[in-house]
């Protein structure tokens, strides 16, 4: 995983000087005026990432498991940087690369909810198991109590 995080990185730093070639002969625009709303976007889920990424690092520090939400932000925010910074500099790709990681996080929520409602399913069926063994065993004392009491009266 370390390696996936590796290219990631690189891949952002490596289209940062691309923006720049972008915007160079432009004297009067910039990419914060013509894709702000990219721009912000790109901000914000950078930093995101890198606040997955540090939690993730600081509980394998402490020899703690790292939780799944985590690992999941990391791994889908990471190529959404790249994608929106290729976005803003070739948006025909960038928008076509947006929606294959669309497909990319439909996938994973939907793998994620089916292991939520499975690990469900299977407490309650534990939770149905015990209350089937209690609902047993009092009726095996209640039969022994009865039979007790029948015993004594005659």
């Given at each position: 995983?370390?390696?996936?995080?590796a290219i990631l990185t690189f891949l952002v730093l490596a289209f940062v000087p691309f923006l720049q070639l972008k915007y160079y002969n432009k004297h009067d625009a910039s990419p914060f005026d013509d894709n702000s709303t990219l721009i912000f976007a790109f901000f914000i889920v950078t930093l995101t990432y890198v606040a997955a990424m540090v939690t993730n690092i600081k509980l394998r520090i402490d020899d703690k498991d790292c939780p799944n939400i985590i690992i999941s932000i990391?791994?889908?925010f990471a190529?959404?940087?790249s994608?929106?910074?290729v976005t803003i500099i070739f948006p025909y790709l960038g928008w076509s690369l947006l929606v294959i990681w669309c497909g990319f996080f439909a996938k994973l929520t939907l793998v994620e909810m089916v292991h939520k409602v499975a690990r469900y399913a299977s407490s309650i069926k534990l939770l149905r198991r015990e209350a089937n063994k209690d609902d047993q065993v009092n009726d095996d004392q209640s039969s022994v109590v009865t039979n007790n009491s029948v015993d004594s009266i005659v």
């Amino acid at each position: 995983m370390g390696a996936m995080h590796a290219i990631l990185t690189f891949l952002v730093l490596a289209f940062v000087p691309f923006l720049q070639l972008k915007y160079y002969n432009k004297h009067d625009a910039s990419p914060f005026d013509d894709n702000s709303t990219l721009i912000f976007a790109f901000f914000i889920v950078t930093l995101t990432y890198v606040a997955a990424m540090v939690t993730n690092i600081k509980l394998r520090i402490d020899d703690k498991d790292c939780p799944n939400i985590i690992i999941s932000i990391s791994l889908l925010f990471a190529p959404l940087a790249s994608i929106l910074l290729v976005t803003i500099i070739f948006p025909y790709l960038g928008w076509s690369l947006l929606v294959i990681w669309c497909g990319f996080f439909a996938k994973l929520t939907l793998v994620e909810m089916v292991h939520k409602v499975a690990r469900y399913a299977s407490s309650i069926k534990l939770l149905r198991r015990e209350a089937n063994k209690d609902d047993q065993v009092n009726d095996d004392q209640s039969s022994v109590v009865t039979n007790n009491s029948v015993d004594s009266i005659v």
